[in-house]
């Protein structure tokens, strides 16, 4: 028979209760409101039938924004370099 014994740690906590006031009274949206969310294309949920297109897809969007990233942040840079007469 295997005698099994555990210790117990005491741990002590403090937690803070958070009020937040004026806080607007949840509403249903209006027509015109759920039709301007619907209309927004920025959501793409295409999922294609075989899993090594998806992949593709992936890398695709990615490289596109990698290059957006780099393509700001070089002309911030060369904003930046003009502005200090380099």
Request: no cysteine; hydrophobic share 25%; glycine share 4%.
């Amino acid at each position: 028979m295997e005698n099994h014994t555990s210790s117990s740690k005491v741990f002590t906590s403090t937690s803070k209760l958070h009020q937040f006031d004026n806080l607007p009274k949840p509403r249903n949206a209006t027509e015109e409101e759920q039709e301007a969310f619907h209309s927004n294309k920025s959501y793409n949920f295409h999922i294609p039938n075989n899993i090594d297109d998806f992949d593709k897809l992936n890398n695709q969007k990615n490289s596109s924004k990698i290059i957006g990233i780099f393509k700001a942040s070089t002309e911030e840079s060369l904003k930046g370099n003009s502005k200090n007469g380099k």
